[in-house]
Nanobody, 125 residues
């Protein structure tokens, strides 16, 4: 089992930045692919970024490439999402997810086994 708790969300102006954190519990964190998803009001949850177990490979949605950066610290059981140059369209609840099954970086909800409860990010124009 993996339990995930997100933090770091908040209200920021357009062009600002935030860093989200996801603290994980469970012995499988270090071997898990970790991902970030987001869900805006009235929209489906969408993939944002993913990182493999050792941080060697990452994947991003086109909408955040060049602005967001995912990283992890396995010693702290934590994955991060640095979000720069924020736009109003980045407003959403951001969720952390863990994949403990063998496989590559996933961009679908079905690729992940455990989810956090989310943290709200609001970007004002």
């Amino acid at each position: 089992q993996v339990q995930l708790v997100e933090s770091g969300g908040g209200l920021v102006q357009t062009g600002g930045y935030l860093r989200l954190s996801c603290a994980a519990s469970g012995r499988t964190f270090a071997s898990s692919v970790m991902g970030w998803f987001r869900q805006a009001p009235g929209k489906e949850r969408e993939f944002v970024a993913a990182i493999e177990w050792n941080g060697g490979r990452t994947s991003y949605a086109d909408s955040v490439k060049g602005r967001f950066s995912i990283s992890r610290d396995n010693a702290k059981n934590t994955v991060y999402l640095q979000m720069n140059s924020l736009k109003p369209e980045d407003t959403a609840v951001y969720y952390c997810a863990a994949r403990i099954r063998f496989g590559g970086l996933g961009s679908s909800e079905a690729d992940y086994d455990f989810w956090g409860r989310g943290t709200q990010v609001t970007v004002s124009s």
